[in-house]
């Protein structure tokens, strides 16, 4: 059970590594409205090369 905020954008490149992705929601979960990412670059993302993630290139596909 995750106490955060979850995702659901199932476009995201990163969401196979990312825990915001992936945790076992609770019965009241928290998720995110709209994607939290712009192109590949998501500042919530919960894994591992957390910093790459977070300074890759935004200009790439943007999320809706």
Known sequence: MADI???KDKTCP??????R?????SLYQAYFIN???KGD???YYWGENAKEI??????NNNAE
Do not use: G, Q
Not at 54 to 59: G, T
């Open 35 to 37: 994607s939290p990412r």
């Open 5 to 7: 905020t979850l995702c």
């Open 14 to 19: 990163h969401k196979e590594r990312c825990y």
């Open 54 to 59: 977070w300074n890759e290139d935004s200009s």
């Open 41 to 43: 670059k998501c500042f």
């Open 21 to 25: 992705f992936n945790a076992e929601p």
